[in-house]
């Protein structure tokens, strides 16, 4: 029976194919189908195509190299999970539909055709929805640290100053982050002054400023000076209303002039010049 559902595909795959771009273009809110090329739409749907027949042999085994390049793909095109999922539904349901118009299903054998369709589709989609799994969580775990690794660069500007713009939320993973960079940064970039600069970070509570007093002293310890720049009037309330204690490192209200006070401790100042 195996062989006739195999031999029935291939014979119609282009018709099946036909019928599952367009029922997966009428899915709500879908839009690879819609937005994406045609050349493109065509070879993704042969792939999955290819995919879901692969295991229709005497063993029912999965191909776990297909799945995993086509869930790599998929993962990459933004395919929601629900979506994957509605793709196999809708693939299945053709497959048996388009095998009864072709009367390879019939009333004497549609018992023990559904059961074969159980056990084809089943086992594939636990494989395809594991590695979809798996690699979403591998995709969005790369993406955290590259967005860590962006948000928290130590940026020489001058000989001797460098500057560590802060974007965003700090929790005590991105603190430990930011002081690793920081101290190689210093050293690697031979830096006499640091400017912190949290222009960028929404709030600072007793947790935030442990964590820059840390980074400050650290960078204290490697012989280079720490400020901290960019305190909106806000931000410089909710310090003094925590009882905050930031007097042992200076403290600018700007870059700008963070920029000019860590000009001046390593003796240097910008001049206008005169045409």
Not at 59 to 70: H, L, M, P
Not at 113 to 119: A, G, T, V
Not at 256 to 261: D, I, L, P, S, Y
């Amino acid at each position: 029976m195996n062989k006739i559902t195999i031999e029935g595909i291939r014979q119609n795959m282009d018709e099946i194919i036909e019928r599952w771009i367009k029922m997966m273009k009428e899915e709500k809110g879908e839009r690879f189908f819609h937005f994406m090329p045609d050349h493109l739409i065509e070879k993704t749907s042969r792939e999955f195509a290819e995919l879901m027949t692969s295991n229709i042999g005497e063993t029912n085994a999965a191909d776990a190299e297909k799945i995993n390049d086509f869930t790599e793909k998929v993962v990459r095109f933004g395919w929601a999970i629900k979506f994957v999922n509605k793709a196999i539904d809708n693939f299945s349901d053709i497959v048996f539909e388009l095998l009864q118009e072709k009367e390879v299903i019939n009333d004497a054998n549609f018992k023990s055709f559904n059961q074969l369709f159980k056990n084809w589709i089943n086992p594939l989609r636990e494989s395809i929805i594991d590695a979809y799994s798996a690699e979403w969580e591998r995709t969005v775990s790369l993406q955290k640290i590259a967005l860590q690794e962006l948000s928290a660069s130590l940026i020489p500007v001058f000989d001797k100053i460098s500057v560590m713009p802060l974007v965003g939320t700090i929790d005590t993973e991105r603190a430990k982050l930011i002081m690793e960079n920081l101290l190689e940064g210093v050293v690697d970039q031979r830096a006499e002054v640091v400017l912190l600069d949290i222009t960028g970070v929404p709030v600072v509570d007793t947790m935030v400023a442990h964590h820059i007093i840390q980074a400050a002293d650290a960078v204290r310890l490697v012989g280079a000076k720490c400020m901290l720049v960019g305190i909106r009037p806000e931000i410089a309330q909710t310090i003094v209303a925590l009882g905050i204690n930031l007097h042992e490192f200076t403290t600018k209200s700007t870059l700008q002039k963070g920029m000019q006070a860590a000009l001046a401790l390593t003796n240097r100042k910008i001049v206008e010049v005169e045409n």
